[in-house]
């Protein structure tokens, strides 16, 4: 659980009795001994530090493709938002609190999730350059062509609010979208597109990484992972990057629609995201929030909005 920006907050430890349940989205498994949910922060921890974790379960999805039998997850790899105590809650209720296709439990700050407005504001090279009213922003970065612009322009339902392109790399600035006239969606460069000048992508890199450092509205980066194809070590060393630093982030594993067929020896979305999942899990102390999405069939739209609205609530509060 990470909110690099917000108070340390301590959340209650899981002190009920074992329990399993089925649901219609997940089973929840009651780890043993009970788990402490960490602080609101992360910290890059070593991989000896989570010898005993288990394997992150498999995530849902919307797909007439996957299995019927149950998806499990245990209590410890849910995200749960500051303020948010479920020790106490009966495990049926539990299970329609958390996010369709994610690890996230809805709290009391998901509200006003609703994309009225969204208006271009203005497209900057340098941190200091950004709008200065102090409102909140969510910021969205991923390898080029992993949809980025797609997923924008999903969320806010327009079709162009975000161009995309046939062409990766298209994005070189730091992008400002106002929404609701309250908060930002900010949307930046890509990386790992191999065409780009060495001089360019330098630039990119430069600028990004002083914008994640240094921007004190940042509520949240949105790492975006292609989650139709298999594992690429740039996203792991850019995920790697965010934890060691200790800026907040959320996975965002996109084209969650597309399938590929076994015989051709093709990985499911599911298979991609778990492994992933399982790379990075010694980067950070506990499980980073993180939802499927599809900006073909908008899977995923409305969990991030949700997602977003609690963060930000809760950011605004503190």
């Keep these: 659980m990470m909110l690099a920006q917000l108070p340390r907050l301590y959340l209650s430890s899981f002190a ?9 989205h997940f ?68 299970t329609t609190r958390i996010l369709k296709g994610s690890n996230i439990v809805l709290s009391k700050y998901a509200r006003d999730a609703q994309v009225v407005q969204a208006d271009y504001v203005k497209s900057s090279v340098r941190t200091e350059d950004c709008p200065a009213d102090g409102l909140p922003e969510f910021a969205l970065v991923g390898r080029s062509n992993v949809g980025k612009s797609s997923l924008l322009n999903s969320l806010v339902r327009r079709k162009r609010l975000a161009l995309t392109s046939k062409k990766p790399g298209k994005t070189q600035c730091i992008n ?19 065409s780009a000048p060495h001089e360019l992508k330098q630039d990119w890199n430069k600028f990004t990484k002083d914008y994640f450092l240094n921007r004190s509205t940042l509520v949240s980066v949105f790492l975006l992972v292609d989650a139709s194809i298999p594992v690429k070590q740039i996203d792991l060393e850019y995920a790697s990057w965010l934890g060691q630093n200790q800026v907040p982030m959320t996975m965002i594993f996109t084209k969650c629609d597309k399938r590929k067929k076994k015989k051709n020896g093709g990985k499911k979305p599911e298979e991609n995201i778990k492994e992933f999942q399982d790379l990075i899990q010694g980067f950070f102390e506990t499980t980073p929030p993180w939802i499927m999405t599809s900006s073909v069939t908008n899977q995923g739209r409305d969990e991030i909005l949700l997602h977003m609205a609690q963060l930000r609530n809760y950011w605004l509060k503190h």
């Design 176 to 194: 400002h979208f106002r929404i609701n006239d309250k908060w930002y969606l900010v949307d930046l460069p890509g990386y790992g597109y191999a």
């Design 27 to 94: 089973n929840l498994i009651n780890p043993k001994p009970p788990v402490t949910i960490a602080r609101t922060i992360i910290s890059f921890a070593s991989k000896s530090n989570l010898a005993t974790v288990e394997p992150i379960p498999l995530p849902v999805s919307d797909s007439t493709d996957l299995d019927d039998a149950p998806v499990e997850i245990s209590l410890d790899k849910l995200f749960i938002p500051p303020e948010t105590d479920i020790s106490g809650e009966d495990p049926a209720s539990l």
């Design 16 to 24: 009920k009795p074992s329990f399993y349940l089925t649901s219609s």
